[in-house]
């Protein structure tokens, strides 16, 4: 594990947090949890929450427990159980003995729902959804009180017992708290505490109960029998605050935390909806959850993103109550930085173009000496085989241009990165006219260094025709052509998607040192971008590195120009 960044920023949250701490509330102590529901894979937005939750218990020397709510066995499975565990220990944080569903409090879920139907706090109601919805009311109109809001205590226990007996059938009942049907809040107006749900087998508890209490019912108590301090949740909670209190307030327990809502994060040119992610899979346009397009952390690590990148971002865009919409290029600059600082150099030509060196004999190479990091000499240095058939990218090259394209041309000069100075003197064709081969010199007098006035194009990269490894590079880009894919009710996000998202180049050539990379290794491709290495020479893919961002930020062009043209407009 990468050591984790030190210094803290602070926020709303943690001033909040040293108020506490000032007049002693909860006894100085910190405790928050990371509540995750089991129905699907954790995203980018996720990380957030895991980053504050884990890094406050982290700063106060609390504790943080990491806990399930697991409520709703038709959509939760265990692959997503131990995917969540994969992801938050993978980002750095340790829950340590405090794994907990909401599932192991069940027992104690149904005692508080009896005490809360001998305090004439709870009712059975044998409403159709339909209905329930109907008496509810609107948000200018009081609600209606359900017939069966007045049945007696005895009545109420006998139906409760009988819901859990698997007497009744799903949707022909459920268990009401009796709040207040005119209350301007709508989650006040007598909501649902229990539902019945057969024919299914949760996880943890198998087929031991066929009724299952709701988030509302469940979160506030697990936190409390957990001991939490700080219940963190995001903006959509607010308006659940007096309900989480309620519940607290009107059962036997002697711990009521404190909910303290943040906003979610809203990342452009993606989607953080589950359902929609659901959906990218359900229709083939991506290959999965860990899909590197995806911004689920299983697809970001796949991609190469670093732990440490993941933490920084959710240290920059900050926590505060306002809705409001990161930039892409926020969280891709997070790993540029990282890998620029700590990504060992390498050179791969993604659409080879021969070049025969002509003045450089056939049964000659020698090794070049090149460092790892151009400055970070600690990284270390490596050979590089040089010969007389090379390899360089066919974008470097062009028969004729003006004096703006630095890379090679007929008659002109260029440096190979790491090497020699080298002139093209003839072009090869095929016989359709395409470019198949360079014939070239090179000047042994120039390596690491230019005679005086001596003046080069530009620097290309290249590798040694006979060493290289051939290798497949997948270009990852970001999966949407919108900012906000997802920003109409009207829309259809799918019409969004980048066709481009994905291309595979499957005949790129490497230099020999990366036939031993590591499955998970990650280098800069100099003036191509970042790369990991999804397979390794030995597996049966052979070598495969995925793209996890460019050396610069593409987009930002194209927002420019799609800003000006509307402003323009």
Known sequence: MDEQKKTVTTNFIRHIIDDDQQTGKFGNKVHTRFPPEPNGYLHIGHAKSICLNFGIARDYKGLCNLRFDDTN??????EFVQSIQDDVRWLGFDWGDRLFFSSDYFEQLYGFA?????????????????????????????GRESPYRNRTVEENLSLLAAMKAGEFEDGSR????KIDMSSPNMNMRDPTLYRIRHGVIHHQTGEEWCIYPMYDFTHPISDALEGITHSLCTLEFEDHR????WVLDNISIDCHPQQIEFSRL?????????RKLIQLIDEKIVDGWDDPRMPTIAGLRRRGYTPSSIREFADRIGVTKSENSIEMGVLESCIREDLEANAPRRLAVLNPLKVIIENYADDQHEDLNAPNHPKDE????????????????????????????????????????????IKCESVIKDDKGEIIELRCRYDKETLGTNPVGRKVRGVIHWVSAGHAVKAEVRLYDRLFTQPTPD??????????VNPGSLETVKDAMVEPSLKDAKKGDRFQFEREGYFNVESTASDIDGLVFNRIVTLRDSWAKIEQRASSNTSNK
């Open 73 to 78: 066995p038709h959509k939760e499975n265990i």
């Open 114 to 142: 009896v005490e809360l139907i001998n305090k004439k706090l709870a009712y059975v109601c044998d409403l159709s959804a339909e209905e329930t919805r109907e008496y509810r009311g609107t948000l200018k109109e009081a």
């Open 487 to 496: 920003g109409s009710k009207n829309e259809n996000f799918l019409d969004y």
């Open 266 to 274: 809203n990342l452009q040119y993606t989607v953080l909806s589950k």
């Open 242 to 245: 007096s309900l989480y209190d």
């Open 174 to 177: 459920v268990l009401r708290a």
């Open 378 to 421: 600690e990284m270390g240095r490596r050979q590089m085989p040089f010969s007389r058939e090379i390899y360089i990218d066919h974008a470097d090259f062009r028969e004729s241009a003006n004096r703006k394209y630095k890379r090679l041309v007929t008659e002109g000069e260029v440096r190979l990165r790491n090497a020699y100075v």
